[in-house]
Nanobody, 112 residues
């Protein structure tokens, strides 16, 4: 079992920045962020493996940066140039060997 503790999020005006962090209770292969807007399905934002492989949603490329501190089992999501369409609940996800663990979610609200 892996416990995930998320922090960050909040409200910001368009063009602003926020940073999210997610600490896992142990080292795990893949960590990342997903988001869910009202009335929409949860979608991938960005993911990073313990080896440093990255994957971003096209909608956030060039604006968001995911990074990871393996010593702290923590993943970060730096979000710049935020847009109203980035609004949603952001969930941390950790995965290893077919097992998936989710955080409780943190709200990000971007106003125009």
């Amino acid at each position: 079992q892996v416990q995930l503790v998320e922090s960050g999020g909040g409200s910001v005006q368009a063009g602003g920045s926020l940073i999210l962090s997610c600490a896992a209770s142990r080292n795990i292969f893949s960590m990342g962020w997903y988001r869910q807007a009202p009335g929409k399905q949860r979608e991938l934002v960005a993911v990073i493996t313990s080896g440093g492989s990255l994957n971003y949603a096209d909608s956030v490329k060039g604006r968001f940066t995911i990074s990871r501190d393996n010593a702290k089992n923590t993943v970060y999501l730096q979000m710049n140039s935020l847009k109203p369409e980035d609004t949603g609940v952001y969930y941390c996800k950790a995965s290893s060997v077919g097992l998936n663990y989710w955080g409780q979610g943190t709200q990000v609200t971007v106003s125009s």
